[in-house]
T-cell receptor
Framework: DGGITQSPKYLFRKEGQNVTLSCEQN?????MYWYRQDPGQGLRLIYYSQIVNDFQKGDIAEGYSVSREKKESFPLTVTSAQKNPTAFYLCASNRRGGGDTGELFFGEGSRLTVL | KNQVEQSPQSLIILEGKNCTLQ??????????LRWYKQDTGRGPVSLTIMTFSENTKSNGRYTATLDADTKQSSLHITASQLSDSASYICVVSAASGGSYIPTFGRGTSLIVHP
């Protein structure tokens, strides 16, 4: 079945450590996104990529980094510079250029807890 | 600035009852409005999509309405079930150069009690 796979589902990190969240999709979507979700807040965009080897900062990119070396993969690294990294992270994808009226397909999320 | 406001923030109902969730938006230029359902600890899943010319759309026990003049949408859930317990997120997209820029509401948390 086509979909988006995020891993790990749960992750614990000590302060000062970098951690990388994986996101893989087999939907043949060009565009991929990373969102952060905190209790009582709407999803906030961290980074997005519309094509391979290109990505742009979203609203809250500080302390995060990404890469897009393959169409299927868009990993997110939460660096030690991110001051409040404990959150639920969602990866999404859609067809670039307006296909499907922009419907976002989401992964199951990764919950990061900093100890 | 594009904004999406949802109400109520949370709602508790008894199984079998109906409920209505509200979404007000200021998004320009408006392209479409989606309602997503997000189960606890899972990713959101699209329930309905509405474009400018559509007033109502149903998906099983879920019925969404759109008033483009007042920039309001509602999601009505009929004969609620325990599995309806989730967060419901209103997402309004603006059209931009052939792409869609989504603005997310904060969601309404629905709890259905037996």
């Amino acid at each position: 079945d086509g979909g988006i796979t995020q891993s790990p589902k749960y992750l614990f990190r000590k302060e000062g450590q970098n951690v990388t969240l994986s996101c893989e999709q087999n939907l043949n979507h060009d565009a991929m996104y990373w969102y952060r979700q905190d209790p009582g807040q709407g999803l906030r965009l961290i980074y997005y990529s519309q094509i391979v080897n290109d990505f742009q900062k979203g609203d809250i990119a500080e302390g995060y980094s990404v890469s897009r070396e393959k169409k299927e993969s868009f990993p997110l690294t939460v660096t030690s510079a991110q001051k409040n990294p404990t959150a639920f992270y969602l990866c999404a994808s859609n067809r670039r250029g307006g296909g499907d009226t922009g419907e976002l397909f989401f992964g199951e999320g990764s919950r990061l807890t900093v100890l | 600035k594009n904004q999406v406001e949802q109400s109520p923030q949370s709602l508790i109902i008894l199984e079998g009852k109906n409920c209505t969730l509200q979404c007000n938006y200021t998004v320009s230029p408006f392209s479409n409005l989606r309602w997503y359902k997000q189960d606890t600890g899972r990713g959101p899943v699209s329930l309905t999509i509405m474009t400018f010319s559509e007033n109502t759309k149903s998906n099983g026990r879920y019925t969404a309405t759109l008033d483009a003049d007042t920039k309001q949408s509602s999601l009505h859930i009929t004969a609620s079930q325990l599995s309806d317990s989730a967060s419901y997120i209103c997402v309004v997209s603006a059209a931009s150069g052939g792409s869609y820029i989504p603005t997310f509401g904060r969601g309404t948390s629905l709890i259905v009690h037996p």
